[in-house]
């Protein structure tokens, strides 16, 4: 389970037997790791991760400019998906999916 190192992905939270990924916010917590405070002093998540619904599912979407940012975060949700056996949808683009490509 690899994904070019700059392509965007989606982690569905399904694991690759089908069974539904635990706990039912690890969408959130995922990205939560990633957010920083506004200004308004309000968590705002990442403009390259973000909590999605993937087909009914709960998901993240990783933008691969992430990896232009910070690859040590990249790599980081990537092995999260990899290391919890959850699915990924590889290069995916972000327009597919109803994000903006951040500049």
């Known amino acids: 389970m690899t ?21 039912s916010d690890w969408a959130e917590r995922l990205c939560g790791v990633l957010s920083a405070f506004g200004a308004e002093k309000k968590m705002r998540y990442s403009p ?19 990896y232009e940012v910070e690859p040590m975060a990249y790599r980081f949700v990537l092995h999260f998906a990899q290391d919890n ?10 327009t597919a999916v109803g994000q903006n490509n951040p500049s």
Do not use: C, M, W
């Open 85 to 94: 056996d959850l699915q990924l949808i590889q290069d995916v683009a972000a």
């Open 48 to 66: 390259y991760v973000s909590p999605i619904n993937y087909k009914g599912e709960k998901a993240v979407f990783v933008n691969g400019r992430l």
């Open 3 to 23: 994904t070019s190192s700059h392509s965007s992905f989606i982690i569905v939270g399904l694991t690759i037997a089908g069974k539904r990924f635990r706990p």
